[in-house]
């Protein structure tokens, strides 16, 4: 079984990717979740089928996972009654286990998720009018420490396997009712056309926004959100789907280019002192690198606008001098942009205020009349600590006091 250890990262260091593209599970089976239709092939090929079937089935059990939700073998009607049992016994389609199903008094609603070795993390469905937002989970916590998130307190860190970040979404399917509906179990596999419900979904949107750094996780995400992306499956179009970093600019262009979804920055910054001290990794990669990588995204245009997140902390990043620099970087750049505004949800030892809301319009305002789009997003979920930042599990609650000082012993040892 592959070595589940969560990694202790005591600084500022990149993670070691995780050498796994599969689920390891204690009885054996092989857990299909999250793993690409040609790697389902190769392994019911390696499990003994011959190739014709090893491919048909791969084709059919895609299917049934990704199109029609289904966790059974029992239930994939298509398949002869013998083939059945042999796969139960080989292969298993998990979802990641629900620990705590939370609903906030605005709608959204928050699951803490536990892997199979253990590990906690967490995913948000945030209902909109006219759309709703699945904000999914690419790491267990975060090694990046900017100072104003939650997640970036926890100590402990592993990637989350494809599995388990797709799994999110196909959570979110069953909670929210939303696989098609057709004649399934125990019938011969014909479909009523009137039965089946593909519009009206609730799921539209998806979001790499939860806990973790995604591009840190690069190979797992990108092979879980393909899954999403995928016509015979889930089929959420690209442009239905951002992924959020925080910087990390050496895999920025290989985001837009072998992924191609909508990017949003998590700038909140625009001078160096600032920047560095409250999203660290800019020691790393400076604003005009990550400006001249935003610049160059692939597909970014007019029509798809790069996101500027820009959370806004009481005397730290939120003056009228702090706007006007936000606008002439953006236009210095020629990004086609727009400015997320997000007030700063606080947490229990957290280090900053919330701007006053006159202050976040007068900001707004300044980057609005520039001709840059910025609203003010309103925070969703505060009250079950579902907003942004506030996303952190249980397993390593150590204040930033403590976690500081450990870093401090360990940097003298
Ligand atoms: N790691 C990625 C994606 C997850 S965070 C990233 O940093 O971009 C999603 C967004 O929430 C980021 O823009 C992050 O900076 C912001 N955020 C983190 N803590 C916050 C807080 N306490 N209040 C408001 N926004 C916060
Ligand atoms: Fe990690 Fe993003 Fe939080 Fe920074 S804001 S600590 S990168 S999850």
């Known amino acids: 079984m592959a070595d589940t250890a969560l990694m202790s990262i005591p600084g500022q260091v990149d993670p070691v990717p995780a050498p796994r593209d599969i689920t390891p599970r204690a009885d054996g089976r092989t857990d299909l979740m999250g793993v690409p239709k040609e790697r389902i092939q190769e392994l019911f090929a390696e499990a003994g089928l011959d190739p014709k079937q090893a491919k048909l089935r791969s084709k059919q059990v895609f299917?049934?996972?990704?199109?029609?939700?289904?966790?059974?073998?029992?239930?994939?009607?298509?398949?002869?009654?013998?083939?059945?049992?042999?796969?139960?016994?080989?292969?298993v389609i998990a979802r990641p286990e629900v620990v705590e199903a939370q609903h906030s008094t605005d709608g959204t609603r928050k699951w803490l998720l536990k892997t199979a070795d253990g590990h906690e993390y967490e995913m948000v469905f945030i209902p909109d009018a006219d759309r709703g937002t699945l904000c999914v989970s690419s790491q267990?916590?975060?090694?990046?420490?900017?100072?104003?998130?939650?997640?970036?307190?926890?100590?402990?860190?592993?990637?989350?396997?494809?599995?388990?970040?797709?799994?999110?979404?196909?959570?979110?399917?069953?909670?929210?009712?939303?696989w098609p509906k057709g004649s399934m179990a125990g019938l011969d596999g014909e479909e009523d056309s009137s039965e089946y419900r593909a519009d009206g979904r609730l799921l539209t949107n998806i979001v790499m926004m939860g806990m973790g750094e995604p591009l840190y996780n690069f190979d797992n995400v990108k092979t879980a959100l393909k899954l999403v992306m995928d016509g015979a499956g889930l089929a959420l179009s690209r442009r239905r789907i951002t992924l959020s970093t925080s910087g990390v600019v050496p895999m920025m262009g290989k985001c837009g280019d072998e992924i191609g979804v909508n990017l949003a920055v998590s700038l909140h910054a625009v001078t160096k002192e600032i920047r560095d001290e409250i999203v660290p990794l800019n020691k790393k990669y400076g604003i005009e690198e990550?400006?001249?990588?935003?610049?160059?995204?692939?597909?970014?245009?007019?029509?798809?606008?790069?996101?500027?997140?820009?959370?806004?902390?009481?005397?730290?990043?939120?003056?009228?001098?702090?706007?006007?620099?936000?606008?002439?970087?953006?236009?210095?750049?020629?990004?086609?942009?727009?400015?997320?505004?997000?007030?700063?949800?606080?947490?229990?030892?957290?280090?900053?205020?919330?701007?006053?809301?006159?202050r976040i319009k007068s900001f707004s305002n300044i980057v609005f009349e520039a001709g840059i789009s910025a609203p003010v997003r309103t925070p969703r979920g505060r009250d079950i600590d579902a907003a942004c930042g506030q996303l952190k599990t249980a397993a390593a609650k150590k204040s930033r006091a403590q976690r500081d000082r450990e870093a401090a012993e360990a940097a003298t040892n």
């Open 140 to 178: 267990v916590g975060c090694t990046l420490n900017c100072r104003f998130c939650h997640t970036g307190t926890m100590k402990l860190v592993r990637n989350l396997t494809p599995g388990e970040i797709v799994g999110q979404v196909m959570l979110a399917r069953d909670a929210l009712g939303e």
């Open 63 to 91: 299917h049934w996972i990704y199109h029609r939700g289904v966790s059974e073998f029992a239930d994939m009607t298509d398949i002869s009654k013998a083939m059945r049992p042999w796969l139960a016994k080989r292969f």
């Open 290 to 358: 990550l400006l001249a990588a935003c610049a160059a995204y692939p597909g970014a245009s007019n029509a798809r606008r790069i996101t500027f997140e820009y959370v806004m902390l009481k005397d730290k990043n939120d003056s009228d001098e702090h706007a006007h620099e936000l606008v002439r970087l953006i236009k210095e750049y020629g990004l086609p942009a727009k400015v997320n505004l997000i007030p700063f949800n606080p947490w229990p030892g957290s280090a900053y205020e919330c701007s006053t809301p006159e």
